[in-house]
């Protein structure tokens, strides 16, 4: 599996990637918004765009579609609950189904709402485990739910699915978020030890060459992962005076995603 991770530079600060198969040359465009550089990207390689696949239904994910379908004839996959949200869906996609890519590429649909009801991230098994996860998990932060989703789902899919994962994957988002997610894990934890190192690392990086973290990169320094620390819960109980003495995880984790909405 060959991944080639788009920047957009873009005011949203968007990803776009390309998984291709090295046997055949077949890629699929995850969120292909910047439709001239994942066109060129994938000319540049030698490839063949043969799927679009969208992880939701916004418009910074889906807008380059139809050009890049226009362009390569592609087939678009989608949550299949976004069918009246993404036009033209080929695909619906569920949770356990399989996206194959070329000859050698499998990858599997995750079922993720939260930031929006209708998300699918894409895990890649196997000896490079990866996670393509849209806007539900950032480097350092978590997707919003703003725009047609909810915490509560949120909260669910990061405990009963992402915290669950191999810690070697590859995290792979759908934004470039992490130094400002790094700034709120120091808000909320100031004494956590990865977090400022980490972000002197990342703070003025190309985005062209942009650091992959790990879930176990994650788990050191996103505070959606650390729902037990000592610390964030102390900092959190300066906001909610009232908060239980022993919170249990979804109470800190809804707590964290309600301060870092005006943060």
Known sequence: MIVKQVWTGNAYRNFNYLIACPESGEALAIDPLDHAKCLGAAKDAGWDITQV????????????????????????????????????????????????????????????????????????????????????????????????????????????????????????PGHDYIANNLKFTLDREPDNARAPELLGEVENQDPNQALVSTLGLEKEINTFFRLHSPSVIARLREAFPDLPEEPDEKTVFLKLRELRNSW
């Open 53 to 172: 696949l969208n992880t939701h239904e916004h418009g910074d994910h889906t807008g380059g579609n139809r050009q890049v379908i226009a362009a390569t004839g592609a087939k678009l996959l989608a949550h299949a609950n976004a069918k009246d949200k993404i036009p033209g869906i080929d695909r619906g996609l569920v949770a356990g189904d399989v996206i194959r890519v070329g000859k050698t590429v499998e990858l599997e649909s995750l079922d993720t709402p939260g930031h929006t009801m209708s998300h699918v991230c894409l895990r890649a098994h196997g000896d490079q485990p990866a996670l393509f996860c849209g806007d539900t998990l950032f480097n350092a932060g978590a997707g919003n739910c703003h725009n047609g989703g909810h915490p509560n789902e949120l909260y669910h899919t990061f405990a009963t699915q992402l915290a669950k994962l191999p810690d070697a994957t590859r995290i792979y």
